[in-house]
Nanobody, 116 residues
Framework: QVQLVESGGGLVQPGESLRLSCGASGSIGGIDDMRWYRQAPGKERELVADITRGDTTDYADSVKGRFTISRDNTKNTVYLQMDSLKPEDTAIYYC??????????WGQGTQVTVSS
């Protein structure tokens, strides 16, 4: 059984940083895309950042220059370094992975709250 487990969320003040981690366990196979999504209260889930197996990255305009996605293929883990956090970054952050067989997996989500 494949599981994605996120960690690293929490409550921070504006301008501070957080680092999210998401590890895949189980027989997931070769992972192609890994992504971070987020969903704020009353809003639709949105793509925050994406990284391919070859380390090509893409970001939502709202986080460019502040967030950095990276991955460790030996550990089937993806990270999201979030700097200069703003109150509008407050949301539940979800990890996503798609393997070589196009199976898709989601984590359970981790809360990030940015507030003074």
């Amino acid at each position: 059984q494949v599981q994605l487990v996120e960690s690293g969320g929490g409550l921070v003040q504006p301008g501070e940083s957080l680092r999210l981690s998401c590890g895949a366990s189980g027989s997931i196979g070769g992972i192609d895309d890994m992504r971070w999504y987020r969903q704020a209260p009353g809003k639709e889930r949105e793509l925050v950042a994406d990284i391919t197996r070859g380390d090509t990255t893409d970001y939502a305009d709202s986080v460019k220059g502040r967030f950095t996605i990276s991955r460790d293929n030996t550990k089937n883990t993806v990270y999201l370094q979030m700097d200069s956090l703003k109150p509008e970054d407050t949301a539940i952050y979800y990890c996503y992975a798609r393997n070589q067989y196009t199976n898709q997996y989601w984590g359970q989500g981790t809360q990030v709250t940015v507030s003074s």
